[in-house]
T-cell receptor, first 114, second 113 residues
């Protein structure tokens, strides 16, 4: 079975704090893909990153970084020096080897206060 | 590219009426998805198409829901008759075969009263 768990329902931080959003997944596939999407208050879903199961290298993009660990089935997302514009709901998602079907977590709402 | 375009952005309709949601995927994308987002159930995949052919409609909640993709640049999701519990945000997304990330439209917020 495919499943994504985002245990943190809501997180509040003060601007410039670092924050990590957790994502734990379950899959029986040996080849799979993991994703993070951002949903700002305006409602659209914005693609942030994709990783495949064979690439465990961590990735950094500006203030964003992702830590993929197969040993713990986790794909965590860290925002460094958070800003008010980072306030959004963040979704972690999983797709199998036939990557057409996405399984989304329940989302983590991030509130960044000035 | 303009991205995935959905219309209308908002729809308010009375129970029992037919509702049609529209989607224009990104040009060249060969996969198209319809999702529904509610507070209770989160994001649910309703149906997806590959090269205009429905591949998996197991997420379609009832026979009242139907989706079509008559060509590579257009898809519709129809609810007939609509019910208040259908109120949700409906997203359309598209992707390329060799790039598995899906790109989402801005969604249609449906309210059935």
């Amino acid at each position: 079975a495919q499943k994504v768990t985002q245990a943190q329902t809501e997180i509040s931080v003060v601007e410039k704090e670092d924050v990590t959003l957790d994502c734990v997944y379950e899959t029986r596939d040996t080849t799979y893909y993991l994703f993070w999407y951002k949903q700002p208050p305006s409602g659209e879903l914005v693609f942030l990153i994709r990783r495949n199961s064979f690439d465990e290298q961590n990735e950094i993009s500006g203030r964003y970084s992702w830590n993929f660990q197969k040993s713990t089935s986790s794909f965590n997302f860290t925002i460094t020096a958070s800003q008010v514009v980072d306030s959004a709901v963040y979704f972690c998602a999983l797709s199998g080897y036939n990557f057409n079907k996405f399984y989304f977590g329940s989302g983590t709402k991030l509130n960044v206060k000035p | 590219d303009a991205g995935v375009i959905q219309s209308p952005r908002h729809e308010v309709t009375e129970m029992g009426q037919e509702v049609t949601l529209r989607c224009k995927p990104i040009s060249g994308h060969d996969y198209l998805f319809w999702y529904r987002q509610t507070m209770m159930r989160g994001l649910e995949l309703l149906i997806y198409f590959n090269n205009n052919v429905p591949i998996d409609d197991s997420g379609m909640p009832e026979d009242r829901f139907s989706a079509k993709m008559p060509n590579a640049s257009f898809s519709t999701l129809k609810i007939q008759p609509s019910e208040p519990r259908d109120s949700a945000v409906y997203f359309c997304a598209s992707s390329l075969d060799f790039r598995p990330e899906a790109f989402f439209g801005q969604g249609t917020r449906l309210t059935v009263v």
